[in-house]
C-alpha cells in the first residue's frame, strides 16, 4: 500500500545537524500521527494532528517539532538531537470516525551519531 | 491509563500449521477497539484485523481469526495454515471509543519465525 509515504527512508546526522522527516498521505484522512519506534520497546506515541491541528503532543522534547501544513502533510523537524533518538519514525493517518484504523507509512530509520 | 501487553516476544510455527499469539489489556472503559498489525522486514505496518468490543463476535479475516474474551480482556490472534510470508513482528494495539485523538496504545510485539 503506498497511501502514507515517509521520506527518507534512512537518514544519519550528527547531534548538531538540522533536518526534517516528511510524511504525505493520499487516502482522505483527516488525523495524522508521528510515532517513535525504537528496539525492545513499544511504539511510543509522540504527536497527534486532527483537521490540521495538535491534540496531543506526548512530552516529547523540545528537539523534536512537528508540523502540519494541511491534511495530506506531516513533518518532524529535528534539531540537536542525541544519540537515544536514533529509531524508527512512523508517521500514519486516519479518518475522522471513531474506531477508524490507523495506515501507517514504512517509516524513516534514524540513526544519530 | 489503558496498556497492552504482549507476553510472547518470539514464537515460531511450522508452514501449514497454526498458532496463536497473545495478548491481554488493561481498560477501564467499556467501549473501545482492539486491532493486530504485522510489521513484515519492509517496516510498513500493515492492518491484520480489528474488533470492535461492543460485538461479542469474534473477528475474521480469510486464515487470520481472534479470540475476544472482554471480561478476561484478552485478544489473541490464530494464524491458520501458517504462510512463509506470515513471518513478521505482530502487534496487539488498543484505540478507546471516547475522546478525538484516535490514537493507538501497542504492546511490546511478538516475533513470528514460520519453519519451511
Known amino acids: 500500500e503506498t497511501g502514507v509515504t515517509q521520506t527518507p527512508r534512512h537518514l544519519v546526522m550528527g547531534m548538531t545537524n538540522k533536518k526534517s522527516l516528511k510524511c504525505e498521505q493520499h487516502?482522505?484522512?483527516?488525523?495524522m500521527y508521528w510515532y517513535k519506534q525504537s528496539a525492545k520497546k513499544p511504539l511510543e506515541l509522540m504527536f497527534v494532528y486532527s483537521l490540521e491541528e495538535r491534540v496531543e503532543n506526548n512530552s516529547v522534547p523540545s528537539r523534536f517539532s512537528p508540523e502540519c501544513p494541511n491534511s495530506s502533510h506531516l513533518f518532524l523537524h529535528l534539531h540537536t538531537l542525541q544519540p537515544e533518538d536514533s529509531a524508527l519514525y512512523l508517521c500514519?493517518?486516519?479518518?475522522?470516525?471513531?474506531?477508524?484504523?490507523?495506515?501507517f507509512g514504512n517509516g524513516t530509520r534514524l540513526t544519530v551519531t | 491509563a489503558q496498556t497492552v501487553t504482549q507476553s510472547q516476544p518470539e514464537m515460531s510455527v511450522q508452514e501449514a500449521e497454526t498458532v496463536t499469539l497473545s495478548c491481554t489489556y488493561d481498560t477501564s472503559e467499556s467501549d473501545y477497539y482492539l486491532f493486530w498489525y504485522k510489521q513484515p522486514p519492509s517496516r510498513q505496518m500493515i492492518l491484520v484485523i480489528r474488533q470492535e468490543a461492543y460485538k461479542q463476535q469474534n473477528a475474521t479475516e480469510n486464515r487470520f481469526s481472534v479470540n475476544f474474551q472482554k471480561a478476561a480482556k484478552s485478544f489473541s490472534l490464530k494464524i491458520s495454515d501458517s504462510q512463509l510470508g506470515d513471518a513478521a513482528m505482530y502487534f496487539c494495539a488498543y484505540r478507546s471509543a471516547s475522546g478525538n485523538t484516535g490514537k493507538l496504545i501497542f504492546g511490546q510485539g511478538t516475533t513470528l519465525q514460520v519453519k519451511p
Open positions: 500514519a493517518s486516519s479518518r475522522g470516525q471513531v474506531g477508524s484504523p490507523l495506515h
Open positions: 487516502l482522505g484522512h483527516n488525523a
